[in-house]
């Protein structure tokens, strides 16, 4: 299982970035995708998180109706699609998958085995 991240970049608050997680060495079928970031000093918390098989999400409560988490099963790729970014927003941004029903189990980073390299989105005020 590898997952590649990319998309990361520097915007101005209220800018917009797509991230993308390709990934390899599995099918979608059974596994959710998560994307996690993490701030200087502070702990990893998960953002967005889908079911590719089924589409079914999850959303941080502060990234809702700004943030959407999209997949391409044809390309085996996972979205970030950030819009109306702030400040706040700024870390190392993760995705991670691992074969599990999306649930409210699967929110927690530490039911995630595989990671892809981390992605550096900084918003400017």
């Known amino acids: 299982v590898q997952l590649q991240a990319s998309g990361g970049g520097s915007v101005h608050a209220g800018g917009s970035l797509r991230l993308s997680c390709v990934c390899s060495g599995f099918t979608f079928d059974g596994y959710t995708i998560g994307w996690f970031r993490q701030a200087p000093g502070k702990g990893r918390e998960g953002v967005a998180y889908i079911s590719p098989i089924d589409g079914n999400t999850l959303y941080l409560d502060s990234v809702k109706g700004r943030f959407t988490i999209q997949r391409d099963n044809a390309k085996n790729t996972v979205y970030l699609q950030m819009n109306s970014l702030k400040p706040e927003d700024t870390a190392v941004y993760y995705c991670?998958?691992?074969?599990?029903?999306?649930?409210?189990?699967?929110?927690?980073?530490?039911?995630?085995?595989?990671w892809g390299q981390g992605t550096q989105v900084t918003v400017s005020s």
């Open positions: 991670a998958t691992d074969y599990g029903k999306l649930t409210a189990t699967m929110c927690s980073e530490y039911e995630y085995n595989y």
